[in-house]
């Protein structure tokens, strides 16, 4: 269904929501103490480098320039 309806993988699926919770973290001044490595454990990535990948994919900026970029 979803390859079908939206025209993604169930992968790009999860990840999207996982690289949107990761944003909404980085960019709350409450999260600002927490490591980016920790905040792409807790949304669910198990590596730094399908995080990084994952992330700059949607958002076209890697997680530290997303942080300088939209902190609060």
Known sequence: ALNQQLNQSFY???NAARVEKAKDML???ASADIA??????QVGFNNK???NNAFKKATQLTPS???K???A
Not at 36 to 41: G, L, Y
């Open 49 to 51: 480098t399908s995080f």
């Open 36 to 41: 980016i490595i920790d905040i792409a454990f």
């Open 69 to 71: 970029k939209f902190a």
């Open 65 to 67: 320039q997303f942080r």
């Open 27 to 29: 960019s709350n001044q």
């Open 12 to 14: 790009d699926f999860i």
